[in-house]
């Protein structure tokens, strides 16, 4: 799987430095990384953000959006996933219309 995500200029320079000092690439470092946090956090039984999810995980997950499309392969900028969102709530008030 390929996963593209945005890093902080800072977070991406220790990635780059850290990546060319141990001789590893910064896919390997980043499947380390996210590998240790997901058996952290299933250890603890809850999310690393502090109370749990975030606002708007809560707030998506009430109104049935969360895992409600598709990825197909399509970038998911802020405008895609509007057009989504849009999209299913569109769908879900036309259904309960009959």
Known sequence: MTLTVRLPQNLEH???EYSATHGLTKSHVVQEALADYLVRTKKDGK????????ANYAAFKRLGLIG?????GVSATKDVVHKRI????RAKADASRG
Do not use: M, N, P
């Open 86 to 89: 849009v999209e299913h709530l």
């Open 68 to 72: 409600c499309v598709s990825g197909d």
């Open 14 to 16: 220790a990635l780059e």
């Open 47 to 54: 999310s690393a953000r502090k109370g749990g999810v975030s």
